[in-house]
C-alpha cells in the first residue's frame, strides 16, 4: 500500500481566503473566520489519520494586529473556543500542541489556556501540531542571532565557529524535523514571512481553494504533488 504521506513527514500551510469566502457567500467577514476554524479542526484529524508527524498553522501573524480591533477580537475568541473544544480530543487522539512566535504577548487568559494545552499534550508522540500566534520569520531569525551573538560576546563561542544548525537550532521550529511542504490556499504567491528560513528547501504548493474549503481531498492533492516532485536539495 503505498504511502498516503508521500514521504512528508512536517507540512505547513498558510490558511489564507476566510474573508474572501464570506464575502463571495455575502456573509460576515466574522462568519468566515468561524468556518476557517472548522477547517482547521478536520484538516488535524486528517493529518493525523494520513500519517502526518507534524502539521504548522499559520494562525496569526505579527503583522496581523493591524486589521480592524473588532476582527482581532473575533479572532481570539474563536482561538479561545478552539483551545477549550478541542483540548481534550488532542489528548485523546495524543496530539501534541506547540506554539511558536511570541504568544506570551496575548491576553493573559489566552496564555493561560494555552500553557496548559501545552503541558496536557506535552507527552503525546502521534502527531505534533505547531501553530504560530504572533509570529514573524523575520523576527524568530532576529532573535536566534540575538542569542548567538549574546553567546558570543560571553565567549561562549567563537564567530568563525557558528554553523546553519547553531541557527536553526535557535529557531522555534528547533526540535521540529526539516520542513517538507508548504502549502498555501487561496491563490496568493507569497510566504508572507511565515518560515522563511524553514522553507529554504521545502517543496511550495499554492492553491486557489479559499481556506474554509480546504478539505482531505485538497490536502491529498497537494500531497500527491509533492510525492511527484523530484527532491534535489541543489544537487543533480
Not at 504511502?3 to 469566502?21: E, F, S
Not at 476554524?37 to 503583522?63: D, Q
Not at 521540529?176 to 508572507?192: A, F, K, M, Q, Y
Given at each position: 500500500?503505498a504511502?498516503?504521506?508521500?514521504?512528508?513527514?512536517?507540512?505547513?500551510?498558510?490558511?489564507?481566503?476566510?474573508?474572501?469566502?464570506a464575502?463571495?457567500?455575502h456573509?460576515?467577514?466574522?462568519?468566515?473566520?468561524?468556518?476557517?476554524?472548522?477547517?482547521?479542526?478536520?484538516?488535524?484529524?486528517?493529518?493525523?489519520?494520513?500519517?502526518?508527524?507534524?502539521?504548522?498553522?499559520?494562525?496569526?501573524?505579527?503583522?496581523?494586529?493591524?486589521r480592524?480591533?473588532?476582527?482581532?477580537?473575533?479572532?481570539?475568541?474563536?482561538?479561545?473556543?478552539?483551545?477549550?473544544?478541542?483540548?481534550?480530543?488532542?489528548?485523546?487522539?495524543?496530539?501534541?500542541?506547540?506554539?511558536?512566535g511570541?504568544?506570551?504577548?496575548?491576553?493573559?487568559d489566552?496564555?493561560?489556556?494555552?500553557?496548559?494545552?501545552?503541558?496536557?499534550?506535552?507527552?503525546?508522540?502521534?502527531?505534533?501540531?505547531?501553530?504560530?500566534?504572533?509570529?514573524?520569520?523575520?523576527?524568530?531569525?532576529?532573535?536566534?542571532?540575538?542569542?548567538?551573538?549574546?553567546?558570543?560576546?560571553?565567549?561562549?563561542?567563537?564567530?568563525?565557529?557558528?554553523?546553519?544548525?547553531?541557527i536553526?537550532?535557535?529557531?522555534?521550529?528547533?526540535?521540529?524535523?526539516?520542513?517538507?511542504?508548504?502549502?498555501?490556499?487561496?491563490?496568493?504567491?507569497?510566504?508572507?514571512?511565515?518560515?522563511?528560513?524553514?522553507?529554504?528547501?521545502?517543496?511550495?504548493?499554492?492553491?486557489?481553494?479559499?481556506?474554509?474549503?480546504?478539505?482531505?481531498?485538497?490536502?491529498?492533492k497537494?500531497?500527491?504533488?509533492?510525492?511527484?516532485?523530484?527532491?534535489?536539495?541543489?544537487?543533480?
Open positions: 500500500m504511502d498516503p504521506t508521500y514521504g512528508a513527514r512536517h507540512i505547513a500551510i498558510i490558511m489564507d481566503g476566510n474573508g474572501r469566502w464575502k463571495k457567500k456573509l460576515p467577514r466574522a462568519l468566515g473566520h468561524k468556518k476557517g476554524v472548522e477547517a482547521v479542526r478536520n484538516i488535524v484529524r486528517v493529518a493525523g489519520e494520513t500519517g502526518i508527524k507534524v502539521l504548522t498553522l499559520y494562525a496569526f501573524s505579527s503583522e496581523n494586529w493591524s480592524p480591533a473588532d476582527e482581532i477580537s473575533d479572532l481570539m475568541g474563536l482561538l479561545r473556543q478552539y483551545i477549550q473544544s478541542d483540548i481534550e480530543e488532542f489528548v485523546e487522539n495524543g496530539v501534541r500542541l506547540k506554539v511558536i511570541n504568544y506570551k504577548a496575548l491576553d493573559r489566552i496564555v493561560g489556556m494555552i500553557d496548559n494545552a501545552i503541558e496536557r499534550t506535552s507527552k503525546n508522540d502521534r502527531m505534533t501540531l505547531a501553530v504560530a500566534l504572533n509570529y514573524g520569520a523575520q523576527d524568530e531569525m532576529l532573535r536566534a542571532v540575538q542569542s548567538i551573538a549574546m553567546s558570543a560576546k560571553a565567549g561562549e563561542i567563537e564567530a568563525d565557529q557558528i554553523n546553519i544548525n547553531d536553526s537550532n535557535l529557531l522555534d521550529t528547533g526540535e521540529l524535523p526539516p520542513l517538507d511542504l508548504l502549502i498555501r490556499t487561496s491563490g496568493e504567491l507569497r510566504l508572507s514571512n511565515f518560515l522563511l528560513w524553514q522553507a529554504a528547501y521545502s517543496e511550495l504548493y499554492f492553491t486557489d481553494t479559499l481556506w474554509p474549503d480546504f478539505d482531505k481531498r485538497e490536502l491529498q497537494a500531497l500527491k504533488s509533492f510525492g511527484d516532485r523530484d527532491r534535489r536539495f541543489g544537487g543533480r
